[in-house]
């Protein structure tokens, strides 16, 4: 069966400071969700861009030492689990994207952002669906995102060896399920997630 092509991509601006904005971690049950913002350097491109679950671990942290170098600007934010309690996955990954734009130097004047939904930043743009397949930038901040993500994943496992948060980062896999009901939830886990909450329950 052929693969769906995306249509090509229009963008209402033409100036240099164009951010994109991905995010990293909605899924998982534990720790923050991230949100990286990049502004491409035109006149120095990063070659091999791609959505960041499309690269390997050791090509995406390459190319995450590229885009810190060569981009206009860059910056990586996120909400915390207890933010996303208290304001839902929706609003903490809104609220990520918008710290990360802010933290922009020079700031973007024109906001691509992956997915249906702009994060209500005074900044202009559009959300692109499968934005970080279909444009550089978007791209650039999804790999920011992903190793920023997956080094928190890496620190916490180092901290809580038992629970295998390197191996599956998070994710409601069996073997993070079976560590949650064997081992019970930490500090850093989200309350207002199902598995978590019924694990917590139970005590």
């Keep these: ?100 734009i802010d933290a922009l130097a020079p700031a973007a004047e024109y906001l691509l952002v992956d997915g249906n939904r702009l994060p209500g930043h005074h900044v202009p743009g559009q959300a692109v669906v499968k934005g970080d397949a279909r444009h550089p930038a978007i791209a650039a901040a999804s790999i920011l995102a992903k190793v920023a993500r997956d080094a928190d994943m890496a620190a916490l496992d180092a901290r809580h060896p038992d629970y295998g948060f390197a191996r599956h980062k998070g994710y409601p896999t069996r073997e993070h399920l079976a560590a949650l009901e064997r081992l019970g939830a930490l500090p850093e886990h989200r309350r207002s997630f199902g598995p978590v909450k019924r694990q917590l329950a139970l005590f």
Excluded: C
Aim: net charge negative; aromatic share 4%; glycine share 6%.
């Design 1 to 100: 069966m052929k693969k769906a092509t995306l249509p090509p991509l229009v963008v209402d601006y033409r100036g240099e400071r164009l951010a994109g904005v991905d995010e990293v971690g909605r899924g998982p049950l534990v720790g923050s969700v991230v949100a990286a913002a990049v502004i491409l350097d035109p006149a120095r491109p990063v070659e091999g861009l791609n959505d960041s679950k499309a690269l390997s671990a050791k090509r995406r942290e390459a190319l995450d030492a590229e885009i810190r170098e060569w981009a206009l600007a860059f910056a990586v934010a996120e909400a915390s689990a207890e933010e996303i309690d208290e304001l839902n996955i929706y609003h903490a990954t809104h609220l990520a994207m918008r710290r990360a």
